[in-house]
């Protein structure tokens, strides 16, 4: 298994930028798909980014152009890049570690956008 953790959440003002980290512990992490998600109260989680074991991203269309998904195997460690941030992307983010049937989930850092 591939354990997870994120970090870099907090509050920031409209227009700005945040990095989150994703650290993992565990065995074969290069082979694992990396995806981040975010949830809102009352919504189910939504995926917003995801990366392969061999670099190919994905992106959802609300956040296409902003933000940036990418892993540093060597450090075991998947970011999220997020710029021209707004209100809207206020929300818990998640990241989460696929391989085959299996998958694990971080706790979740809460990002904030003020108007």
């Known amino acids: 298994q591939v354990r997870v953790a994120e970090s870099g959440g907090g509050l920031v003002q409209a227009g700005g930028s945040l990095r989150l980290s994703c650290a993992a512990s565990g065995s074969d992490f290069d082979l694992y798909i990396m995806l981040w998600y975010r949830q809102t109260p009352g919504n189910q989680r939504e995926l917003i980014a995801d990366?392969?074991?061999?670099?190919?991203?994905k992106y959802a269309a609300s956040v296409e152009g902003r933000f940036t998904i990418s892993r540093d195997n060597a450090k075991k460690t998947v970011y999220l890049e997020m710029n021209s941030l707004k209100p809207e992307d206020t929300a818990v983010y998640y990241c989460s570690s696929k391989r085959g049937g299996a998958v694990f989930w971080g706790q979740g850092t809460q990002v904030t956008v003020s108007s």
């Open positions: 990366i392969t074991s061999t670099g190919e991203k």
